[in-house]
């Protein structure tokens, strides 16, 4: 480059703004609309419904709208319903979060061997987990249907059953049968979780234990746990949390019958605001899942915080 | 590569010979196995259907479920369709502008509050839809906005953008700095570094990401049925369930709405997985 005679540089005015300060503002115009929007959807619902929660709110009759204090949870303490769908939420999240996760676990071991047309494979077994509730919901009561089902037909014809069943209206089953189809909806979560997190491990780690002598089960159990373990936790943690939250999947098989055999808290709460129209009952409802919720996620950073520690 | 290790033992050869065909087999089956049964219900006609004893393949194929599932006035599947795609397109447009815009903001910029402003996008990924339904509704009526896409599309905002946020901020961050440091040395500012060198490097990811937001909001089922009372104004989730609540449940144009509402989703996922699979287990893979 020819230097080209350049004017020595005048002291430029200071800015009325710091450079310092245009940054920050910036910065901060760039987050105002997402901010924006976690205000007007998130936010300021929440309080919404904190407030609501202390008030006699139901929509059809709002000449009895007044300030009750605590008088919703009171009720809701005295709600023997209440207490049933916590009990059946445990159910409902336990049994669907160790089923998917052992289920989950061998698909990822299944799908982290080389084969061909490993691809195509992974894909359709994934398929489960990106189609809508709804349509979960629908596919399953088909299949679970008394007379028509395909189920039904197939146990009798493998000798295994001898009268047909109601699975979704009978009070035994219907838990069993709405976790099932959790079940199956959720394994492509922890497959894909634990697939990634098999693919990090080093395949030197395996060739060296390989060598060693270690067999296939210490290999697992000394290669492959212990260096899943953050991510088992992780996924675990959040399949559990949204799990408790996930109310469309019963609501459409169930609606929480037969007599609440499947009412689970988020359906009950649903079920309030939604058929009831009870708006301060469900809000208090609702903030009662909210402080679950956060009780466990306060659990598992503690957890996790241990996790990071050991590893 | 085979000849330099030891020999592999009985167990080995026994998982990766028979063990991992007939379980794979078994995933694939068990996978797909509800989806074909719909889709061969789909195909019977009523008779077929409804046959006893239960016939699993359809003799004489037919698509009437499908047309009349397509133009029922009762339940217009059409109008479903359309809502959904109008409700999801601009969710997915907007929540992409505007966590792109915020991603960037908090992989770029130091400000106070910012790890603060970071947990909250990530809690509020945790907290049950059921919570804002009460409040929601109440904050729409008042603003005389049931039975408007708008209420939907922003009720969506609640669940597409504290992720979308999340899933920016790591590609932003992954991005070299540099770049923009040099680009805006030659004279660009912050908003053009950001259009003409960031965006195009971060792409792949912003689309799946957008893709993402339109196939969550596709799901999206308790703000549709508690937004909307009209019939023409629900969406395929909503009008499944409205199909449902329809005198007796007819299995055969509800099985034709079902795979209808199911393909869309899929061809995406089937174009995408990789990205969107790579997006979600990358934090929890750091983590």
Redesign the interface.
Known sequence: MTAVPVPLAARRPRPLISWRVRQLMVGYSYLLPAALCMLATVVVPIGMAMKMSLYNDVLYKPQDYRFIGLGNYVRLAQDAVFWLTLWNSFVWVFGSVVLQFVAGFAAALLLHQAFTGRAVVRMLALLPWIIPGVVVGLIWEWLYQPNYGVINDLLIKAGWLHDRIAWLSSPDLAMAAVVFTNVWRGIPFFAIMLLAGLQAIPGELYEAAHVDGAGVLARFRHITLPLLRPIIVVATATRIIWTFNYADLIFVMTSGGPANATQITSTYTLLQAYANLDFGYAAALSVVLLLVMLAFTAAYLRLTRGVEEVG | MMRR??PA?L??RL??GPV?WS??AT??A???G??I??LL?SLKSREE??A???Q?LPQHPTFENYVDAWTSPVTPFSRFFLNSLWVCSVTMVATT???V??G???A??R?AGRDA?LL??L??Q??????????????WRALGLIDTYQALI??N??FT??FT?WMMVGYFSSIPRDLEESAMIDGCN??SALCRVVLPLAAPGIAATAIFAF?VS??E??FA??FTTETDMRT??AG??YM?GQYEVQ?GP??AG?IM??VP??VL??FL?RHL?HG??AG??K?
Request: hydrophobic residues 65%; without cysteine; proline residues 5%.
């Open positions: 290790r030891a033992d167990a080995d998982l990766r991992l379980g794979l995933l694939t068990f996978a797909l509800p989806f049964w719909m219900t259907l409804y006893t004893p239960l699993y502008a505007v966590s815009l915020a960037y903001a908090i770029r910029f400000f402003l909250i996008f809690a509020t945790m907290f049950p839809s059921v919570l804002l339904i009460a409040p929601l509704l109440t904050q922003y009720s905002f609640s953008v504290p946020v912050h908003f196939v596709w799901s089922l308790l049925i508690s395929l989730s499944l369930l449902v299995w509800l099985s079902v509402s199911t989703v899929a996922f089937v997985q699979i979600l287990t929890a893979v983590g």
